[in-house]
């Protein structure tokens, strides 16, 4: 029978059983054991247990080299032969269940038991780390602080005094220092008469070795180690130290010495502990006695001084303030190297030179002065660079964003918005070079704050917002924007984005600009946000996804009032940025409803004034505003919010109770309020919301019957004043979107259907308005005497003005209405308000007050701040706006252009009131405002608060001008200031913004090419000038080719000439019908309130020659030539204009350089080959050369300038030459305009270009020197420097080239040259030159022309009455012969020498 063996996993149970069958069955086991005796005397050979394996060979084989291990005990150790196998095994067993299955219980019979001594308190002493022991921990490893404890008082129990601690002190002698005596062994291992003491050993301590033996090899490696010592002189031992020390690791020998250090100061510190306990007594002043160990160890730390000394260079000893002790926390180990920073700063060195040095801050955000010493306790001293100078410049608070301590980048942050806040505000001024913000945002400021927008941590977020509102809004603008929302189209801002950025055009009303927006999101999601914020910052943070952030930030974390304020400011700033800005933050998945729901409930819990906890469930001013700024943007915009975001409810629920009602803080309650009249303002300048005026029209009507009670109170708020404008404002819409009728549509179908939407608002429903409104006018224009009180009704008078207009004009389109109930109300309203108001005195104030406040006429005051960035976009308002500027509180502008709109108005629908109203016009504040406004002066820089205040002033001065064309039409007799006005209106349209298309065009259609605003044509203007032609001239001429008759022509021809400038300067279509729908009030046409990025001017500089222009352009386009009637009407109507314009307003022309006018004179002869012969054009272009060649005017004419619209004149004058020499034939005006580059003070390039690569214009070129309309010696003074051009001269002359009878002028010219070059005796001349002189003189003896060389050599000076062009001496001067005896003899003879 076979017995299977045990297997894996088989219990005790399954070996049971198999010894229990191998029982049963009887077999022989495969082993036998055999036990010997052990006895002594035993009979057996052999004392051991022996196993008998069979089938086994007698050696094991061999499976390590190591050898067999022997299993006979050792003699020392015999094995007792009575032990019991099992317990000797299980003494022997060191397996875990051993020790847990034998738990004895310790046997504390013996031990002695300490109570705990009685204490007066109720707990027992707490311990304290300054009690913890000193000594160094045991070699097995770091203790915790109370095993140190248990076995100190282990120690304390166990210790027995010592042989030394018996001996009394009394027995030491007086005078000296108690000083344990050294053991014999101590006392061996001295050296005798030498400085060192060896006690113990310091290095080898016998870690690993059983404890008996290590102390005794420990001891016999120091014996060893002093035996050698002692055997050794000093120098062999500082001898094999160097070596020694030398083949070492630097790191490893500064470990021992620290090793060595620290057991020393233990040693000392231990001995100082143990002294207390022994009676000490004092040192006598006589000569101490000294131990030896004392003496010893004295001199030995003197020769270790002085190895270490030849070892190492002095350093000066660190001077800490404080002495290290080891009971402090981590300072077991004094590293002396990271203790410098607590040692007192180093003196603040002033400065000597001008260096500049780095800028640092306070934690204001100030800027510290680099000599100012503060004191330390104010936390502006650290231990970077610049230790001793107080503050933190920007590359540390960088570095201090990204500390692992939320606090310090909290902080951080705080101070980085600080020096932003005061940067935008201008506090730094010329104290830093650079600007701040450029700074900051090179080195990533911007992505630093989105980066700390996603910390964990509250404080972080809350400084990152706080920064990021700072970085972005500029302080002031939003006030700015908002004081001025009830101004004539106050609503309507250019939005707040970088113009450089925006490359294609703005004519696109919202719907395709919204296409154009998805077209583009593509093409920019694959830029890198750093590549976006480069150039436009607020795209490079939308690319970051930061409006998802900042919903999750309002959503989820809720933060504090402060919190959300600063977010909603950053969403309003991204709002005014472009219309795609504002679809982002309005598709932003939960934003707006976030929004809504969360800052404007309409029921909530009633506020108290103090400070709000939460914002959460409270009505919020802010986020009110943040929905009428979106909806500014766009039509659909503000449809969406009425619609999908429930704001109908909102603006019923804020509106529908007075500010004092709706249990809020009395300010935010009134804001809220204003914001919510705001933004349905908005809305109903879309036409939308009228259903609204049905419901709250009891409401708005008890508010507009309270507005003369709150005027009347005194003082009046400013927040009062902003919710009255507010509300005008709002009725004003609703009054316009109750006009009935609408014009035809002219842009198809779809045009056609939105006219064709009825208004929700009805005539009727607004027509009781006006009683209201002109109450609160007539209660405001009482203040008007009072300028204190005047400025502080801010935009209510203006606004109840523009009400009354928009009221009048609804009126007198509605069709079903009798004209005699208007007209006879606008007497009315001009016998009861206007009359007196305008002979009022402090309207004249107003008038004056014009000139102050005006950009225009004061540049300086709209340029830009020294922080102000390209790709950050602000009206820089951070200080607030002066009270003499156009926004100030003195501001005449908002209230005299809404009073010019009135007028406007009334005197279009009633022309009888002009003769009344015209006397506006008469002001003297207005014409000498008109008069420094038209006077030439550099025009004020365009930047973005110059573009919103220039176009708030050009409002008013299109009013004058408007105004100003009606009296002009209706009146026989002309103003005196016709003339005037006529200039005004030729500067504005230059001026005019992007937005302003439809002002540009009234201004086309109505005063600049009326015939009443040219005075001139019928006071003699033609006559005159004629008679200046003939003073400065001097000729009669052609009585068909006088200025005069040129100028009378152009005044017959006006219509034409104005047709063919709308053809060509009128605005693009689209932009146009846009612009017309805002300014007319045809609401249902208003795509959006955001006007086009104010790149640059509507018209350039040079309006007057752009038909001109575009003709050149479409001629180098078009290679078979242009239609010839269309070119020479265009160009025909263009000369006249401009004719005009210099003759009789030459004030509009300043702006356009002279050589620019030259410029567009020679496109005239470029543009076809046949134009130049008209005589018409011909006639044009000789009255404008001569009016170019003016005295007065040619010192201007500058070459070498850049010219607006022209990349190179050089370029222009070479293809110039091109086209005379291939189809002039030799026409001297072609001629006349080829040779006034070529005058003495321009550029060589010209002549050079001429007498260099186009030498045969010389046979074409046949002006005669009496046509020529500068004076010849323009042509001949100074003398020609060049000796190229001089070379080429005298070729030229030589050849046979020039000619008097080809070219008379230019032949003059060369001779005079050339004569000056060859007779001048200059010492200053180069050997080059002097050389080429003396060569061209002997030429010029030797040549065959016998004529050629008489004008030459006997030249005297130019005389353009001269058939020659120059007077000749009858003989040659003396200096002249001295000179030519110069030359050689073979010359003179050769060429005759003759005087």
């Not at 031990?111 to 308190?121: C, N």
């Not at 129990?157 to 001996?167: A, L």
């Not at 001067?1373 to 050689?1384: E, F, G, S, V």
Request: with cysteine; proline share 9%.
């Amino acid at each position: 029978m076979m017995l299977s063996r045990p297997k894996p996993g088989e219990s005790e149970v399954d070996l049971l059983r198999f010894q229990s069958q191998f029982l049963e069955a009887g077999a022989a086991p495969a082993v036998q054991l055999v036990k010997g005796s052990r006895r002594p005397g035993d009979a057996h050979p052999d004392n051991r247990d022996v196993v008998m394996l069979d089938d086994l060979p007698d050696l094991p084989p061999a499976l390590l080299p190591a050898p067999a291990k022997r299993a006979k005990p050792s003699p020392g150790r015999p094995v007792p032969h009575d032990e019991d196998p099992e317990e000797r095994l299980n003494r022997h067993d060191r397996h875990i269940t051993a020790v847990l299955s034998k738990i004895v219980e310790r046997d504390t019979s013996s031990v002695a038991v300490a109570l705990p001594m009685p204490s007066g308190v109720a707990f027992p002493p707490v311990f304290h780390r300054s009690q913890e022991r000193q000594a160094k921990p045991a070699a097995s490893g770091k203790r915790s602080i109370f095993a140190q404890e248990i076995a100190a008082r282990r120690v304390s129990e166990n210790r027995m005094p010592s042989v030394e601690q018996v001996v009394p002190s009394l027995d030491t002698p007086d005078g000296a220092v108690p000083c344990e005596t050294p053991s014999s062994k101590d006392r061996s291992n001295q050296l005798p008469g030498r400085s060192h003491g060896f006690h113990r050993p310091n290095l080898v301590t016998g870690k690993g070795l059983r404890s008996k033996a290590a102390e005794q090899e420990v001891q016999t490696i120091h014996e060893e180690n002093v035996a050698r010592l002692q055997a050794m002189d000093p120098e062999e031992i500082l001898k094999e130290q160097q070596q020694l020390l030398a083949q070492l690791d630097p790191s490893l020998v500064a470990f021992l010495r620290s090793h060595s250090h620290a057991q020393e100061q233990t040693g000392t510190k231990a001995t100082k502990e143990q002294s207390p306990e022994r009676p000490s007594v004092p040192v006598t002043k006589e000569e101490p006695i000294m131990s030896a160990c004392t003496r010893e160890s004295r001199m030995g730390d003197k020769l270790e001084d002085k190895l270490e000394d030849k070892l190492q260079p002095k350093t000066p000893a660190l001077q800490l303030p404080m002495t290290p002790n080891k009971e402090w926390l981590h300072m077991d180990t004094v590293e002396l190297e990271k203790l410098h920073w607590t040692q007192d700063l180093p003196p603040l060195q002033r400065q000597q030179t001008q260096e500049r040095m780095q800028a640092r801050f306070s934690l204001q955000g100030e800027l510290l002065a680099p000599d100012v010493d503060l004191p330390t306790h104010l936390g502006l001293h650290h231990h970077g660079e610049e230790a001793e100078r107080a503050g933190y410049s920007l590359q540390e608070l960088f570095h201090l964003t990204r500390s692992q301590v939320s606090q310090q980048r909290a902080l951080a942050l705080h101070v980085l918005s600080q020096i932003v806040g005061r940067a935008q505000a201008g506090e730094f001024g010329d104290r830093l070079v650079g600007s701040v913000l450029r700074l900051l945002l090179d080195a990533g400021f911007l992505f630093l704050l989105r980066f700390s927008l996603d910390d964990r941590v509250d404080s972080v977020i809350a400084a990152a917002v706080r920064a990021l509102r700072t970085l972005l809004v500029a302080p002031g603008d939003e006030e700015l924007l908002d004081s001025t929302f009830s101004w004539y189209h106050g609503a309507s801002v250019f939005p707040l984005m970088p113009s450089q950025d925006d490359k294609e055009g703005e004519d696109e009303d919202e719907e395709v600009r919204t296409e154009k927006v998805k077209r583009k999101a593509p093409e920019e999601g694959s830029r890198p946000p750093p590549d976006l914020a480069r150039h436009d910052v607020i795209k490079g943070l939308l690319a970051t996804n930061l409006l998802p952030r900042l919903r999750y930030v309002l959503e989820v974390t809720c933060p504090g009032p402060s919190v959300v304020l600063d977010i909603l400011a950053v969403l309003i700033r991204l709002a005014r940025h472009s219309l795609e800005s504002a679809v982002r933050v309005l598709e932003c998945p939960r934003l707006m409803e976030t929004i809504v729901q969360e800052f404007l409930p309409t029921s909530w819990s009633p506020i108290g004034v103090g400070p709000t906890p939460s914002l959460y469930k409270v009505p919020c001013a802010a986020a009110m505003k943040l929905l009428r700024v979106l909806a500014s943007a766009g039509r659909n915009i503000a449809a969406r919010l009425l619609s999908s975001f429930d704001v109908r409810s909102r603006l019923c629920r804020f509106i529908a109770e007075a500010p004092h009602d709706l249990a809020l803080p009395p300010e935010e309650a009134e804001i809220l309020s204003t914001e919510a009249f705001r933004l349905w303002a908005v809305a109903a300048s879309y036409g939308q919301g009228g259903d609204l005026y049905r419901e709250l029209y009891p409401v708005l009507l008890r508010a507009l019957q309270t507005l003369p009670t709150e005027l009347s109170t005194h003082p009046l708020q400013p927040l009062s004043m902003q919710r009255m404008a507010a509300l005008l404002t709002l009725l004003t819409q609703l009054t316009l979107a109750a006009s009935s009728t609408h014009p035809e549509p002219t842009r198809g179908s779809a045009e056609s259907c939105v006219s064709a939407i009825p208004s929700s608002v009805t005539w009727t429903q607004v027509s009781g308005l006006k009683p209201l409104v002109e109450s609160c006018l007539k209660q405001t224009l009482r203040f008007l005497p009072r300028p204190d009180v005047w400025s502080a009704l801010g935009p209510v008078p203006g606004a109840c003005l523009l009400f009354l207009g928009a009221y009048y004009q609804a009126w007198s389109q509605q069709s079903g209405l009798c004209p005699e109930d208007w007209l006879q109300d606008m007497e009315r309203l001009l016998d009861e308000f206007l009359l007196p108001l305008l002979s009022q005195p402090p309207l004249g104030s107003l008038w004056n007050s014009l000139r102050h406040c005006s950009p225009l006429c004061n540049p300086l005051s709209c340029a830009s701040t020294p922080e102000a960035l390209p790709s950050l976009v602000s009206l820089g308002c951070a200080g607030g706006c002066p009270p003499l500027s156009v926004a100030g509180s003195a501001s005449p502008f908002p209230f005299l252009t809404a009073l010019l709109s009135l007028v406007n108005i009334l005197v279009q629908i009633h022309k009888g009131l002009c003769g009344q109203l015209a006397a506006v016009l008469t002001a003297p504040g207005l014409q000498s405002y008109f008069l420094q406004c038209v006077a030439p002066a550099p025009a004020p820089q365009l930047t973005p608060f110059s573009a919103w205040a220039l176009r708030h002033e050009y409002h008013l001065q299109y009013l004058v001008l408007s105004l100003a064309q009606k009296a002009a039409t209706l009146q026989p007799e002309p103003a005196a200031s016709t003339a005037l006005h006529h200039a005004m209106a030729l500067v504005l349209l230059s001026r005019l913004l992007p937005g302003s298309e439809y002002l540009a065009q009234e201004l086309l259609l109505s005063c600049v090419f009326r015939l009443e605003f040219l005075p001139e044509n019928a006071s003699g203007g033609p006559e005159a000038a004629d008679f200046s032609d003939g003073l400065s001239l001097g000729g009669s001429g052609d009585p068909q080719c006088r200025r005069g008759a040129l100028l009378v022509q152009a005044c017959q021809d006006l219509p034409s000439i104005r047709s063919c400038y709308l053809a060509h300067c009128s605005p693009a279509r689209a932009s146009l019908l846009t612009s017309q729908a805002l300014y007319r009030g045809e609401l249902l046409r208003v795509s959006s309130l955001l006007l086009p990025v104010p790149k640059e001017p509507l018209l350039p500089t040079d309006w007057p020659f752009q038909p001109l222009i575009r003709l050149y352009h479409r001629a180098s386009d078009t290679p078979s030539g242009l239609p010839a009637a269309d070119t020479v009407g265009v160009t025909a109507r263009v000369l006249q204009w401009v004719l005009v314009l210099e003759s009789w307003r030459p004030e509009v022309l300043r702006a356009v350089p002279p050589a620019a006018r030259l410029a567009r004179l020679m496109c005239v002869y470029l543009v076809d080959s046949e134009l130049f012969r008209e005589t018409s054009i011909q006639h044009l272009v000789a009255a404008l050369l001569a009016l170019l060649c003016q005295p007065q005017v040619l010192p201007n004419l500058k070459l070498d300038c850049p010219l607006p619209g022209l990349t190179s004149f050089p370029d222009l004058y070479a293809s110039f030459l091109d086209h005379f020499e291939a189809v002039s034939f030799g026409d001297h005006l072609f001629g006349a305009l080829v040779l006034l580059p070529l005058q003495r003070r321009f550029s060589v390039t010209f002549r050079l270009a001429l007498f260099g690569e186009h030498v045969g214009v010389l046979r074409a070129l046949g002006l005669p020197l009496t046509q020529l309309p500068v004076p010849l010696e323009c042509y001949t003074e100074p003398a020609e420097d060049s000796l190229a051009l001089l070379q080429l001269y005298f070729r030229a002359l030589v050849t046979g080239t020039l000619r008097a009878r080809w070219c008379p002028i230019l032949y003059a010219v060369a001779v005079a040259h050339v004569n000056s070059f060859i007779f001048c005796q200059d010492p200053k001349s180069s050997d080059e030159v002097k050389a080429a002189r003396r060569s061209m003189l002997q030429k010029a003896w030797l040549l065959a022309d016998e004529g050629l060389r008489q004008h030459l050599l006997h030249y005297k000076l130019p005389n353009s009455s001269l058939p020659e062009g120059f007077e000749l001496y009858p003989q040659l001067p003396r200096l002249r012969q001295q000179y030519l005896q110069t030359l050689p003899t073979e010359v003179l003879q050769n060429g005759g020498f003759k005087t």
